[in-house]
Nanobody, 125 residues
Framework: QVQLVETGGGLVQAGGSLKLSCSASGRTSNPMGWFRQAPGKKRVFVAAITGTGTITFYADSAKGRFTISRDMFKNTIYLQLNSLKPEDTAIYYC????????????????????WGQGIQVTVSS
């Protein structure tokens, strides 16, 4: 079992930055990812990282603006959000999988077995 807790969300102006953190307990070498869900919309993939932290995957909307990373010693992954836009406003969820991730499955919600409670990110225009 893996427990995930997200921190770091909040309100920021367009063009600003935030850094989200997700602390994991239990089995902590799992591949992990970030998803987001805007009001009235489906949960969608943002970024993911392998268990060793050597390979990352990004949604097109995140490439060039967001960076996912992990600290194995702190059992924590991060999502650095730069150049934020109002359309980035959503609840951001951290997730972990008991399996492996690749370019085909990393963006699939059903590939992930454990989820955090989510954290709000609001970008004002």
């Amino acid at each position: 079992q893996v427990q995930l807790v997200e921190t770091g969300g909040g309100l920021v102006q367009a063009g600003g930055s935030l850094k989200l953190s997700c602390s994991a307990s239990g089995r902590t070498s799992n591949p992990m990812g970030w998803f987001r869900q805007a009001p009235g919309k489906k949960r969608v993939f943002v970024a993911a990282i392998t268990g060793t932290g050597t390979i990352t995957f990004y949604a097109d909307s995140a490439k060039g603006r967001f960076t996912i990373s992990r600290d194995m010693f702190k059992n924590t992954i991060y999502l650095q959000l730069n150049s934020l836009k109002p359309e980035d406003t959503a609840i951001y969820y951290c997730a972990a999988t008991a399996g492996t991730l690749n370019s085909l499955n990393a963006r699939e919600v059903d590939e992930y077995d454990f989820w955090g409670q989510g954290i709000q990110v609001t970008v004002s225009s």
